[in-house]
């Protein structure tokens, strides 16, 4: 369960940095992504897959989050 | 040689891993590379940040290495004890050159060393009550120092003193920051984690002490330098530029920088990163934190520095993007006569390096302003998001290597044949022996500034002056040469 934080890119794009790995990504897909959540299965760019049960309110970015391994 | 293709450099990957047994060679090709652009990730090609095998010559340093004498150490008016044994102190002392103003021993603290010198007692019956006492003194002595760090080396962590309860005592009976920084040197591979553990000592301990304060006026342009060291004067010729652009420069990390300045930072509306890999975690915990924006800039050479200065102005508002406009106009034409000075004299000379930081992939495009050509890279503790950058930045099939060995860099030395080398001291002697032109890149080589337009001057200067040096042609004993080479000495000489 590793502390992600999310933040926005350049491109309003949102990158997933995992603190411990020094890993950067952006993020592909999300399952839930509305105005009152946020969250489920997320994958990346790289083809990982992390989870965390949607947040609601949706949180504001950047933000830390503590994510599962899908 | 002109230029390697694919295959050549791959296939001298693997003629210099023979040598080694077979789990060194397994491991070690897992760190050298050809940089390939399809590539989008740097971790599909190279792996980074791991412990460099035992045995083999590595110029990596320690987490201490990387908190005090990276990213607390040029903090100059505090005092940063090296609480532990004399050496780690004694022997990193002032050799970084990070410059700064105000009266060493009075009121900054900079080229000192302030020591807590374990002794076996220490270890048996533990420090803690030494570590008062000098605080004690230094407050005696030093009474104008404006905060204390406590740096520790490694039996700290291992005899399992409590600093953090020192200091916290201490800052209550001084009224002053004492930071207690769990930087021992035992801690993870490279001086990388200690950049880490540094960041987090300073958020943890610093950042928010003025939170609650509005005093201080606020522009619209206030802006800090974080990651710049003032290597010979770095910081100051990037905080010109930024300054006749019209922002504010509130606080430089951490060269010539002040305990104050880095409490203000909090205040800023951009931080601008320079040397990502030991302060981009700040960075992130103050973008989170208080919602300031950070980017990457880059103050190497003309066109790399337009592009940072306009990316910089993109931020604020048509004023300063006017203004960033005119500083470039302003330079282009010192700049013009820089490369037309020396760009003849360096065209298509190729360039290796290794180095650590932001260096590697940052002076890649100073270099290409002077007609050279960067054909070997690599970090000496970066991350695998310090390659991901680089892949952009260097050429297709060139070499790129993580914690290279001193066999492995000598051996590519020898077959890529480089016209200069830019590295530590380390490797200095070597490289010259060899007969091949070095700059000593870590501190530019008692030279510098490098950053910024007057520090493009001067790099260009010092390339020229390494690589065009009469003195390569003399290598070789009078009574040694051979005919041919007198012909060709005296060619030079003309």
Known sequence: MPSVMIRKGDGNELLFYIAKKDQEDPIETVETDTEEAWGGLVTLTDGSEWYIDPISPRPTFPTTLRFKRA | MSSMTREETQAL????????????????????????????????????????????????????????????????????????????GQYSRAGR???????????????????????????????????????????????????????????????????????????????????????????????????????DAVRDWTLGARDDDDTFVQTDYDVAILGDYNIGGDA?????????????????????????????????????????????????????KYGIPWMEYNFFGPTKMAESLRKIAAFFDESIQEKCEVVIAKYKPEMDAVIEKYRPRLEGKRVMLYIGGLRPRHVIGAYEDLGMEVVGTGYEFAHNDDYDRTIKEMGDATLIYDDVTGFEFEEFVKRVKPDLIG????????????????????????????????????????????????????????????????????????
């Open chain 2, 13 to 88: 990957i693997q003629e210099v891993l023979e040598v080694y047994p077979e789990k060194a060679k397994k491991d070690r090709a897992k760190h050298l590379t050809v940089n390939d652009h399809e590539i989008e990730q740097s971790k599909k090609c190279i792996t980074s940040n791991r412990k460099s095998a035992p045995g083999v010559m590595t110029i990596r340093g320690c987490a201490y290495a990387g908190s005090k004498g990276v990213v607390w150490g040029p903090i100059k008016d505090m005092i940063h004890i090296s609480h532990g044994p004399v050496g780690c």
């Open chain 2, 97 to 199: 050159r990070n410059y700064y103003v105000g009266t060493t021993g009075i009121n900054t603290y900079g080229t000192m060393n302030f020591t807590s010198d374990f002794q076996e007692k220490d270890i048996v019956f533990g420090g803690d009550k030494k570590l008062e006492k000098l605080i004690d003194e230094i407050e005696t002595l030093f009474p104008l120092n404006k905060g204390i760090s406590v740096q520790s080396e490694c039996p700290i962590g291992l005899i399992g003193d409590d600093i953090e309860a020192v200091s916290k005592k201490k800052n209550a009976e001084i009224n002053k920051p004492v930071v207690p920084v769990r930087c021992e040197g035992f801690r993870g591979v490279s001086q990388s984690l200690g950049h880490h553990i540094a960041n």
């Open chain 2, 236 to 288: 100051w010729a990037s905080r010109i530029l930024l300054e006749e652009m019209g922002l504010r420069v509130v606080a430089q990390w951490s060269g010539d920088g002040t305990i104050s300045e880095m409490e203000l930072t909090p205040k800023v509306k951009l931080n601008l990163l320079h040397c990502y890999r030991s302060m981009n975690y700040i960075s992130r915990h103050m973008e989170e």
């Open chain 2, 423 to 494: 590295s530590g001291i380390k490797e200095k002697y070597i490289f010259q022996k060899m007969g091949i032109p070095f700059r000593q890149m870590h501190s530019w080589d008692y030279s510098g500034p490098y950053h910024g337009y007057d520090g493009f001057a001067i790099f260009a200067r010092d390339m020229d002056m390494t690589l065009n040096n009469p003195c390569w042609n003399k290598l070789k004993a009078p009574w040694l040469a051979s005919d041919d080479d007198e012909a060709s000495v005296a060619a030079a000489g003309e």
